[in-house]
């Protein structure tokens, strides 16, 4: 289970800080992430972070967001700074179990587990 938390509305410029809490598995062979869907959009990529510390983010945020992990928690962060109102859109955490060697997937599809989502809004 996947509960996700944080999200709000905020002002062009601002900063939001989400966290998702993971529970009922061992996360230790797990990639969490988070993914993202406008209205009217596909599911997109945002960040991911492996058991270890590895990460991975969409080119167009690198910069603005930054992904980390309590793994004594089970739980993932996601840091935005700088946000955009294009930024606004339903913010999903994701567990992809590791199977094999891997890069962090950015595929919505090779995503195992899935948060309720949380709604940032960001106005201009």
């Known amino acids: 289970q996947l509960q996700a938390s944080g999200g709000g509305s905020v002002q062009a410029g601002g900063s939001l800080r989400l966290s998702c809490a993971g529970s009922g598995r061992n996360f230790d062979t797990t990639i969490m992430a988070w993914l993202r869907q406008a209205p009217g959009k596909e599911r997109e990529f945002v960040a991911g972070?492996?058991?270890?510390?590895?990460?991975a983010y969409a080119d167009s945020l690198k910069g603005r967001f930054t992904i980390s992990r309590d793994n004594t928690k089970n739980t993932v962060y996601l840091q935005m700074n700088s946000l955009k109102p294009e930024d606004s859109a339903v913010y999903y955490c994701?567990?992809?179990?590791?199977?094999?060697?891997?890069?962090?997937?950015?595929?919505?599809?090779?995503?195992?587990?899935w948060g309720q989502g949380t709604l940032v809004t960001v106005s201009s």
């Open positions: 972070i492996s058991w270890s510390g590895s990460r």
């Open positions: 994701a567990v992809a179990v590791i199977r094999r060697i891997m890069p962090i997937p950015t595929e919505p599809r090779e995503y195992d587990y």
